[in-house]
């Protein structure tokens, strides 16, 4: 299967939602989505009855589409502000390597 990227992931979506859909719009599917992630984490740790029509799989990429989505209508390149907000996080957490050194070793 072929992998995909964060920019081209973006660049579906801003042509599938940069028309009509406003963020906030997204932004209430998202939470919908959260609030269903929620529910199936619930019922896999047994703090409610599994119904089995839940995937974590499924949920989880719903969230994943919408934050996406929500980036790429207001022009936000997640790849780039993914690796910067990393940085960030392993100079205050003293964390070694940081992403973007992770990534230099992968792709040595």
């Not at 963020?23 to 209430?28: D, G, H, N, Q």
């Not at 998202?30 to 089995?52: D, F, Y």
């Amino acid at each position: 299967m072929k992998q995909l990227t964060f920019h081209e992931l973006q660049n579906y979506l801003v042509l599938k939602y940069k028309e009509g859909r406003t963020s906030s719009a997204l932004f209430m599917k998202l939470v919908e989505e959260i609030g269903e992630v929620a529910e199936v984490l619930n019922q896999l740790e047994g703090r409610k009855e599994n119904s089995g029509n839940t995937s974590l799989e499924k949920e989880l990429v719903d969230v994943i589409h919408y934050a996406v989505a929500i980036a790429s209508i207001n022009d936000i390149d997640l790849t780039t502000s993914i690796i910067k907000k990393d940085k960030q996080a392993a100079i205050k957490y003293n964390q070694s390597p940081n992403l973007e050194e992770f990534l230099e070793v992968q792709n040595k």
